[in-house]
């Protein structure tokens, strides 16, 4: 069979929580100013009750609202597909999937959020939602969520993608979405880099704080987060519960699940419905592996300690990996996954044993996608690349037959310049360096570790 497709009937009725299978608790977030733990109400002035207690809830099965999974039925279930192209390509024994989270109007996983995040935020009276974005997929998804409940929506677009990216913006702008290039003159924090660096490419780092700032000066409005948080993690969860129904159709499970990590959502939501069997002990030898760019290699060379969400230190101080809150990317054009930090989740359930982490350069990544794309047809998004070029390894180096199955977070066809790039050669490799690591670390040595 080429695709497994389910009926409307199967979009999953719960998120699944996988802090409620976790044997300790995560390390709660920090308020930055008394290094106690926060409280719910210290998160009031930003985020909705709704999401705050999705947050902090260790139920493990978290109902979704009828009107959510309504819009849902846009393009859920996504399909799973075999590559039988790729794997005769490969001369590999082992059987490929991927899940194809590239249906959805704006053209990744992320719409699984930003509607839910919509929702929440609309049931308590919140006329406006302010984020950033990087590639502008995320951007894209809450443009599209805030439209479909009638609210407004601005967009703090890094610099360097919103002129790189020009399509992206458009497509923000057709749902209605207002959008500024980071760092702008309308926060305070983005007039003060600005007047320290005035030719800065800015940093999703940045752009987050600046959208914090908004939200926490305008009565109306909230912030939203695209990744890295538990309820957005939670809501991923139905890609990975999607999975699991399809696998149980064709009588099959992953030896391997593999998947693109920025902040970790859509991996964390494609791998955590089956990394509950791992931690319950009923398949303990699947391997779950996160990829990322040697660029920006949180999991691989980061630290698993306290840090700040954002570049200007306003947001909790999360326990998760990371480079530093200081980091600034190199203008690599895997934009989704030039985050300093990871999920809480992700990164605690990798520091203790149960997600491995690979890194790879940007043109091995290119390569592995064109090889996709020539034997598979579609052309994925330059952040989903990372998981194809690791799919690939792992099946070369299979000896027999094996089930390995990847997230396949979205389409690349607001990424074709980087396409481009890549044909005509001008895509660099880079290695982000040890010593950047250790300075940003000297950075933190006020906070807890
Ligand atoms: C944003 C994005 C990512 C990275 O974000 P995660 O939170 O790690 O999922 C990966 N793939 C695509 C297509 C994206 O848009």
């Known amino acids: 069979?080429?695709?497994?497709?389910?009926?409307e009937e199967d979009i999953p009725k719960?998120?699944?929580?996988?802090?409620?299978?976790?044997?300790?608790?995560?390390?709660?977030?920090?308020?930055?100013?008394?290094?106690?733990?926060?409280?719910p109400d210290d998160l009031k002035a930003i985020f909705p009750?709704?999401?705050?207690?999705?947050?902090?809830s260790r139920e493990r099965y978290i109902p979704i609202p009828e009107e959510i999974r309504e819009i849902y039925r846009i393009w859920r279930p996504t399909p799973l597909y075999r590559a039988e192209r790729l794997e005769k390509a490969l001369k590999t024994p082992a059987k490929i999937y991927f899940k194809w989270e590239g249906v959805s109007p704006p053209g990744s996983h992320k719409p699984n959020s930003a509607v839910a995040q919509a929702y929440y935020n609309m049931k308590e009276g919140i006329e406006r939602l302010v984020t950033e974005?990087?590639?502008?997929?995320?951007?894209?998804?809450?443009a599209f969520g805030t439209n479909l409940f009638d609210m407004k929506s601005r967009i703090y677009m890094v610099k360097c993608s919103y002129e790189q990216k020009p399509y992206r913006r458009v497509l923000m702008e057709s749902w209605g979405a207002e959008v500024y290039p980071s760092p702008t003159e309308l926060t305070e924090v983005g007039r003060k880099i600005r007047a320290e660096d005035s030719d800065t490419s800015g940093s999703l780092g940045i752009a987050i704080s600046e959208a914090v700032e908004d939200a926490a000066t305008h009565d109306d409005t909230n912030y939203a987060l695209g990744s890295v948080l538990n309820y957005v993690v939670l809501h991923q969860t139905v890609i990975g519960q999607e999975m699991k129904k399809q696998f149980e159709l064709i009588d099959d499970y992953p030896d391997i699940i593999i998947g693109c990590v920025g902040g970790g959502s859509n991996f964390a939501g494609a791998s955590f419905p089956f990394l509950h069997d791992k931690i319950t002990g009923k398949k303990p030898d699947l391997r779950v592996i996160s990829v990322e760019p040697l660029a920006c290699p949180t999991l691989t060379k980061g630290r698993y300690r306290y840090d700040f969400g954002d570049t200007a230190g306003l947001t909790p101080l999360l326990k998760m990996y990371t480079l530093g809150h200081s980091?600034?990317?190199?203008?690599?054009?895997?934009?989704?996954?030039?985050?300093?930090?990871d999920s809480p989740l992700l990164s605690k359930l990798?520091?203790?044993?149960?997600?491995?982490?690979?890194?790879?350069?940007?043109?091995?990544?290119?390569?592995?996608a064109l090889l996709f794309a020539k034997t598979e047809g579609f052309v994925v998004a330059p952040e989903t690349a990372h998981a194809v070029k690791a799919t690939i390894d792992f099946a070369r180096m299979c000896k027999e037959?094996?089930?390995?199955?990847?997230?396949?977070?979205?389409h690349g066809y607001f990424d074709l310049s980087a396409y481009?790039?890549?044909?005509?050669?001008?895509?660099?490799?880079?290695?982000?360096?040890?010593?950047?690591?250790?300075?940003?670390?000297?950075?933190?040595?006020?906070?807890?570790e």
Not at 133 to 142: E, I, P, R, V
Not at 327 to 341: D, E, K, N, S, V
């Open 1 to 7: 069979m080429k695709k497994i497709v389910l009926d």
């Open 14 to 39: 719960y998120w699944y929580n996988i802090q409620a299978d976790l044997s300790d608790p995560l390390d709660p977030p920090l308020n930055p100013q008394t290094m106690e733990p926060i409280k």
């Open 49 to 56: 009750m709704g999401l705050i207690q999705q947050e902090v």
């Open 133 to 142: 974005t990087g590639a502008g997929q995320w951007g894209s998804a809450l």
């Open 327 to 341: 980091f600034i990317p190199a203008a690599i054009h895997a934009g989704g996954l030039r985050y300093h930090g």
């Open 350 to 368: 990798t520091k203790d044993g149960y997600m491995e982490a690979v890194a790879y350069h940007q043109r091995e990544v290119f390569e592995a």
């Open 401 to 410: 037959e094996k089930t390995i199955v990847f997230a396949n977070s979205g």
């Open 420 to 448: 481009d790039a890549y044909h005509k050669g001008t895509i660099q490799d880079y290695e982000y360096p040890d010593e950047l690591i250790d300075k940003a670390m000297r950075d933190l040595s006020d906070i807890p």
